[in-house]
């Protein structure tokens, strides 16, 4: 793993919600440490209206949102990443690209909020809902002892944030 900054992808399917939401929020906690990137295995090629929105209303800056494919990433001149995060569950069960230098990854699914159904409030609900979830797992991600930790340690606790996150409610 570089020394200085770690480069971290968020995966998943369309990369117009959960992903873009993931790399902003990293991109604020992990500022000086991580630098995130975000790619879809089927992009859209918009992100979705829900996501600018919130990402605004969270004082995010949005201008480095834009939906793109993971291809971009597996190409020789991307930037070398040192985790591979799928956030959601299709694109964890899709055959991925071979990322160079062997980044850990480790699957973060949470459900979609583009796929909500209901009011306009309970769609817009779900966006935070699930810009909530991300936020908590980046949040303990970041907080990591990264430089303690050995390569399996490491790996044992990117999988718990995975799987033991507290359901909304």
């Known amino acids: ?33 991580f630098r995130a990137f975000s790619a879809g295995s089927h992009p859209k090629g918009a992100v979705h209206p829900y996501s600018l929105q919130l990402l ?9 949102a834009r939906s793109k494919s ?3 990433f597996a190409a020789p001149d991307a930037p070398k ?10 694109a964890a069960n899709e055959a991925c690209p071979v990322w160079p230098g062997q980044p850990m ?9 583009g796929a909500a159904e209901g009011t306009e409030a309970e769609k817009h609900f779900a966006f935070a809902d699930t ?5 908590n797992r ?8 990264m430089t303690s ?4 340690a490491l790996q044992r606790r990117l999988d718990e944030i995975g799987r033991n996150l507290p359901k909304a409610g």
Not at 2 to 26: H, K, M, P, Y
Not at 81 to 90: L, Q
Not at 138 to 145: A, G
Request: glycine fraction near 4%.
């Open 70 to 72: 993971w291809e971009e």
């Open 56 to 64: 605004k209303t969270m004082n995010h800056d949005t201008s480095f």
């Open 1 to 33: 793993m570089s020394d200085d900054i770690f480069n971290v992808l968020f995966l998943c399917t369309g990369n117009s919600a959960r992903s873009i939401l993931a790399e902003a929020i990293l991109n604020r906690e992990g500022q000086g440490r």
């Open 131 to 135: 810009y909530r979830m991300l936020a």
């Open 105 to 113: 990854t480790a699957h973060w699914g949470v459900p979609d909020p």
């Open 138 to 145: 980046i949040s303990i991600f970041v907080n990591l002892p």
């Open 81 to 90: 990443m040192d985790f591979v995060f799928t956030v959601c569950d299709d």
């Open 149 to 152: 930790l050995d390569k399996l």
